[in-house]
């Protein structure tokens, strides 16, 4: 049974930064198939794919709300997916997601029906 978990969410003042974890596990071939994204969804508004890397790692993309502050990488060995987040703002408050895309080549942050998704790690950011 494919799995994704995250975690590493909290409160944390404007200007700080966490560390969010995407564990995966039962996938049915090496996660190294899959391109992973990250999407965040704040009360009463619309989910937005923020970032995403591709099963390699070689390349990711992001959304302009977070270039240059937050950071994806992946460790396919360990299964373990990351995002750094530097410079948090209190917009950035949301429940963040992982999702999980069978794709050759590159990555989107737009989720598909078909896509893996995990529960969700709830982060605030609040002075």
């Known amino acids: 049974q494919v799995q994704l978990v995250e975690s590493g969410g909290g409160l944390v003042q404007p200007g700080g930064s966490l560390r969010l974890s995407c564990a995966a596990s039962?996938?049915?071939?090496?996660?190294?198939?899959?391109?992973i994204g990250w999407f965040r969804q704040a009360p009463g508004k619309e989910r937005e794919g923020i970032s995403c890397?591709?099963?390699?790692?070689?390349?990711?993309y992001y959304e302009d709300s977070v270039k240059g502050r937050f950071t994806i990488s992946r460790d396919n060995a360990k299964n373990m997916i990351y995002l750094q987040m530097n410079q948090l703002k209190p917009e950035d408050t949301a429940v963040y997601h992982c999702?999980?895309?069978?794709?050759?080549?590159?990555?989107?942050?737009?989720?598909?029906?078909?896509?893996?998704r995990g529960q969700g790690t709830q982060v605030t950011v609040s002075s």
């Open positions: 039962g996938f049915p071939v090496s996660l190294d198939y899959y391109a």
């Open positions: 890397i591709s099963g390699s790692g070689s390349s990711a």
């Open positions: 999702f999980a895309e069978r794709r050759p080549l590159g990555c989107t942050i737009v989720v598909g029906s078909n896509d893996y």
